[in-house]
């Protein structure tokens, strides 16, 4: 069964550094998303891709974080300047057909930012 | 701003019972998910509701959409303590079908 991918599951940083998560969405997919879980909190939208370009994004996706589709499989998500409240889990997903796809998520990178 | 409730946020119940998570949401959307979370762990897919009167039944779970009321029910049959994770509802918003997530029901349940 085709399932998204992501690297790493699991990276410890300090703070100030830059952090790229990746992400092998489903070959055949066309919408590309990144969610936020901070550790016993609800799954937070954090920004939606589409025709290689940010198609929406939440307040939480401020400068310090941008997305790229570099080579036509990975999607990639840049923290630039890493900050204790970014520790969380991400996970990317991603669907077929904006009207009748279903949403798969990835098993998720969780970040620890110390 | 669409805003997605759940209820309650954590349910400690005994094997065998029955039980009922509820999820209510603020406006109008053409898809509801509902997924199980387990400790550290990713978001397994449980259900997606389509249209108003659908009713998805998977083992001991089964989930139900009322989008005139904007009300989705996952009812628990007979728990079994297999069953212990947290459980999100999700709907659909927007242009872009971002997933607004419901802030979760921590299920506990005791043998």
């Known amino acids: 069964e085709p399932e998204v991918t992501q690297t790493p599951s699991h990276q410890v940083t300090q703070m100030g550094q830059e952090v790229i998560l990746r992400c092998v969405p489903i070959s055949n997919h066309l919408y590309f998303y990144w969610y936020r879980q901070i550790l016993g909190q609800k799954v937070e939208f954090l920004v939606s891709f589409y025709n290689n370009e940010i198609s929406e994004k939440s307040e939480i996706f401020d400068d310090q974080f941008s997305v790229e589709r570099p080579d036509g499989s990975n999607f990639t998500l840049k923290i630039r300047s890493t900050k204790l409240e970014d520790s969380a889990m991400y996970f990317c997903?991603?669907?077929?057909?904006?009207?009748?796809?279903?949403?798969?998520f990835g098993e998720g990178s969780r970040l620890t930012v110390l | 701003e669409l805003k997605v409730e759940q209820n309650p946020l954590f349910l400690s119940m005994q094997e065998g019972k029955n039980y009922t998570i509820y999820c209510n949401y603020s406006t109008t959307s053409d898809r509801l998910y509902w997924y199980r979370q387990d400790p550290g762990k990713s978001l397994e897919s449980l259900f997606v509701?389509?249209?108003?009167?659908a009713v998805k039944q998977e083992g001991r779970l089964m989930a139900s959409l009322d989008t005139k009321a904007r009300l989705s029910t996952l009812h628990i049959t007979a728990a079994v303590h297999d069953l212990s994770a947290t459980y999100f509802c999700?709907?659909?918003?927007?242009?872009?079908?971002?997933?607004?997530f419901g802030t979760g029901t921590l299920l506990a349940v005791q043998p």
């Open positions: 997903a991603s669907s077929g057909d904006r009207y009748a796809g279903e949403l798969f």
């Open positions: 999700a709907v659909e918003s927007g242009a872009t079908n971002k997933l607004i």
């Open positions: 509701l389509l249209s108003n009167g």
